[in-house]
Structures are given as structure tokens and as C-alpha cells.
T-cell receptor, first 114, second 116 residues
Framework: AQKITQTQPGMFVQEKEAVTLDCTYD???????LFWYKQPSSGEMIFLIY??????QNATEGRYSLNFQKARKSANLVISASQLGDSAMYFC???????????FGSGTKLNVKP | DGGITQSPKYLFRKEGQNVTLSCEQN?????MYWYRQDPGQGLRLIYY???????QKGDIAEGYSVSREKKESFPLTVTSAQKNPTAFYLC???????????????FGPGTRLTVL
């Protein structure tokens, strides 16, 4: 089974609008962390936001927030007030406490339209 | 500045040749990772290492080899046995592997390998 699933291969959003990128995960480990990374066309991977499985509140970092629904095993990324520079690939990832790997989803390509 | 360096940024090789991609980190991280990314795709784990002189195969290790003789270095060799080596290769490190939920991976800038 896939550990991380991103069902939106590509998305468009109008500049200044909010957009939600979906991510669901699968784990039996009660302790885990969820991450979102941004990958511009240059290829670098940029860390955006982190959510721990025991965190009571949804994580926020500037214009990024993580909508964490533990029972549904979803960790959607919300980008508010989209900017042209937000156009990139976005990857959801998970780290489990008891294991040594880092699992990535297949990514969502976001295009911000002016 | 602390970070991860990968060299070269672009690499061209003839088919049948082995090639070694460099990855160096000065973050004092225990764990290091190699990923392969094909155009428009996600990251696939090739090898990872939790500690010096130890490493484990990832999901697509066939045709690749690694070494971890020093904490800061984790070179990847793409051998002639790798059927389709043209791809973007990313190296990453984290403080440690396992034993933490906050295990952010820090990435290098990547190497684009083209086999002609």
C-alpha cells in the first residue's frame, strides 16, 4: 500500500486566491511526522511545514497551513493568497518514529495564473 | 554556511560507463539518503545510511552502489548495470534516522545525469 497519496497531479489557482493540496497517508505507527516540500523548476527541495502526530493544533508557517485530520489520515496543505512564485511541484512526506525511511508522495504541480 | 553540496550539477556520460555522484554535508547529520527523480515524478529512495560504514538498500537500489566511509560524505555510483540511469539525483540528510517524528530532511541542489 502507498504510504503517501497525492491525488492531484496538477492544479491551477488564480493569483491571490487560496488553494488546498491534498495528501493522505497510511501508517500503523502512532508516532509520525508529516512534511510538505516545495520543488521549483530549479529542482531544489524547500521545506515548508511540519505537523507531528501528537500536535493538537494545525501547523502554520506564514501563508502555509496544514489541515491535519488525524482520523481521516489526511494532511492537506493550504496556501493562502497565492503568488506567482508559488508555481512549483509540492510533495507531501512522512517520517515514522520507529522506521528509518522518509516516504514521499508523487507530488502535485501547482500553476498560479496572473 | 551549513548545508549539503552535490557536484557536479550536470553530468554527461556515455552508456556503459560507471559514474560517481558526490554528496557532502557539514550539518553533522547521522543519516544520509539518495533519491532518484524522473521528469514529472516523485522521489524514489535508492540507498540510505544511518551511520558511518553502514547503509541499506531503498526501493530501487539495483544498478547503484554507495559507500559511507566518513560521516559527512555519501557518494553514489551509478553502474553500467543500471538500465536507465538518466535522471535527477537528490542527496539528503537528517539528524538521525528513526527515533523521532521530527526528522526533517535537508536536500542538496541535485545532479542531473544524462547518459548518451
Amino acid at each position: 500500500a502507498q504510504k503517501i497519496t497525492q491525488t492531484q497531479p496538477g492544479m491551477f489557482v488564480q493569483e491571490k486566491e487560496a488553494v488546498t493540496l491534498d495528501c493522505t497517508y497510511d501508517t500503523s505507527d502512532p508516532s509520525y511526522g508529516l512534511f510538505w516540500y516545495k520543488q521549483p523548476s530549479s529542482g531544489e527541495m524547500i521545506f515548508l511545514i511540519y505537523q507531528g502526530s501528537y500536535d493538537q493544533q494545525n501547523a502554520t508557517e506564514g501563508r502555509y497551513s496544514l489541515n491535519f485530520q488525524k482520523a481521516r489520515k489526511s494532511a492537506n496543505l493550504v496556501i493562502s493568497a497565492s503568488q506567482l512564485g508559488d508555481s512549483a511541484m509540492y510533495f507531501c512526506a512522512m517520517s515514522e518514529y520507529n522506521f528509518n525511511k522518509f516516504y514521499f508522495g508523487s507530488g502535485t504541480k501547482l500553476n498560479v495564473k496572473p | 554556511d551549513g548545508g549539503i553540496t552535490q557536484s557536479p550539477k550536470y553530468l554527461f556520460r556515455k552508456e556503459g560507463q560507471n559514474v560517481t555522484l558526490s554528496c557532502e554535508q557539514n550539518l553533522n547529520h547521522d543519516a544520509m539518503y539518495w533519491y532518484r527523480q524522473d521528469p514529472g515524478q516523485g522521489l524514489r529512495l535508492i540507498y540510505y545510511s544511518q551511520i558511518v560504514n553502514d547503509f541499506q538498500k531503498g526501493d530501487i537500489a539495483e544498478g547503484y552502489s554507495v559507500s559511507r566511509e566518513k560521516k559527512e560524505s555519501f557518494p553514489l555510483t551509478v553502474t553500467s548495470a543500471q538500465k536507465n540511469p538518466t535522471a535527477f539525483y537528490l542527496c539528503a540528510s537528517s539528524i538521525k534516522a528513526g527515533g523521532s517524528t521530527y526528522n526533517e530532511q535537508f536536500f542538496g541542489p541535485g545532479t542531473r545525469l544524462t547518459v548518451l
